[in-house]
């Protein structure tokens, strides 16, 4: 969260109407205008959100808490605070040839504070709004291919704020299938023991890029598979929610915090470099990897179409027709001797891996 002094560096960069910052200032000072409970098919609950120090309430699994992840994990959202304080909505009721001023106390479900903008949001389903839509067109209807709700859009225009409309029609549908699994972690709120915790993360530390299965395969009698999930749940250990399916833990990295995962993201683009079939030289004298030993071609008898290699650690020879050899290499049971780029390469993830979340923020900046 903003400190005093950050949101007045805020409110001067959006330049903002004292009106604007005491209506900002008297949402981010109040708590919830009200306890959410959930409906026959919805799962209310609280989400633990690491940005905002504080449980956020979500009153639906199906929209709110998909819209608290986008919030939570995205750059951009500096604050987010559900249940903001009531706002009055003004409106004109037509009767008897007359436009009569009425108005109603609003709740909407969550203020958001990004970097260039601020603004209320209404979460609602796609099928809830066409309703909307239907029952009051004047209120409720697309522009330009988004929902808008003409009464909120009017009370934050005088204070140069915004209000949307999010739809569940926008709604990420590999986050939303990766929430259902993790909704009773999520709702439960357990957290394991420190020294749980403590194993888990060191595991993390000890193979980068680990995947669920791999940790999962790795436990011991350490930590169970619950114990991961609830520190997945709860923000404490990181996987992207937004590209990677949980259910399919075989290919799921997990990282300590999305810094680091942002980090080996940077080596993988331009340091670490698969090796292909073709940086491999068939020459005499070129070195090679075969399983753990290291080869050192001696001749490639281009007549015959045959390799002779020699390993100088087990002073064996070995004979390989070329279409055997450069199936291995294909397979990726003969690879070509790593690099000092690659060696380099290591020892980067091996820092990554063991540095703080602070440090990593920094040194990603400088690379973004």
């Not at 909407?108 to 949001?121: G, P, Q, S």
């Not at 209807?141 to 569940?168: C, P, T």
Request: proline share 3%.
């Amino acid at each position: 969260m903003m400190s005093s002094s950050e949101f007045e560096e805020w409110a001067a960069r959006m330049d903002l109407k004292e009106e604007a910052k005491k209506e900002i200032q008297r949402i981010r000072q109040s708590p919830p205008a009200r306890r959410v409970g959930g409906g026959r098919n919805n799962v209310s609950g609280r989400y633990s959100s690491k940005k905002m120090g504080v449980t956020i309430q979500f009153e639906s699994h199906k929209v709110e808490l998909p819209a608290i992840y986008m919030m939570e994990f995205n750059d951009d959202v500096l604050e987010y605070y559900d249940q903001p304080p009531k706002i009055k909505m003004n409106y004109f009721q037509s009767k008897k040839d007359k436009n009569r001023k009425m108005a109603y106390w609003y709740t909407a479900d969550f203020f958001v504070i990004e970097k260039k903008r601020a603004y209320w949001v209404e979460c609602k389903t796609e099928e809830h709004l066409i309703k909307k839509s239907q029952e009051k067109p004047d209120r409720y209807f697309r522009d330009n291919g988004r929902w808008e709700f003409a009464l909120g859009k009017n009370y934050a225009i005088q204070f140069g704020l915004d209000f949307l409309v999010r739809s569940s029609s926008e709604i990420n549908w590999i986050l939303q299938r990766n929430l259902e699994f993790l909704e009773d972690y999520i709702t439960n709120g357990h957290i394991p023991e420190d020294q749980i915790i403590a194993k888990i993360k060191e595991a993390i530390i000890s193979a980068p890029g680990i995947t669920i299965l791999e940790l999962i395969q790795n436990a011991e009698e350490r930590f169970t598979p619950d114990d991961i999930y609830d520190l997945i749940a709860n923000n404490i250990i990181y996987i992207d929610m937004y590209n990677d399916l949980i259910t399919e833990p075989e290919s799921v990295k997990v990282y300590l915090n999305k810094e680091q995962r942002k980090g080996f993201s940077i080596i993988e683009k331009s340091s670490r470099k698969r090796i292909s079939p073709k940086m491999i030289e068939i020459k005499n004298g070129n070195s090679i990897l075969w399983g753990d030993s290291a080869w050192t071609i001696l001749n490639y008898d281009n007549g015959n179409k045959k390799v002779f290699l020699y390993s100088k650690s087990t002073k064996e020879h070995a004979e390989l027709p070329i279409n055997l050899f450069e199936s291995y290499i294909s397979e990726g049971y003969i690879k070509a001797v790593e690099s000092n780029n690659n060696k380099e390469s290591n020892k980067l993830n091996k820092m990554i891996a063991e540095a703080s979340e602070k440090d990593l923020e920094e040194a990603n900046k400088k690379y973004e």
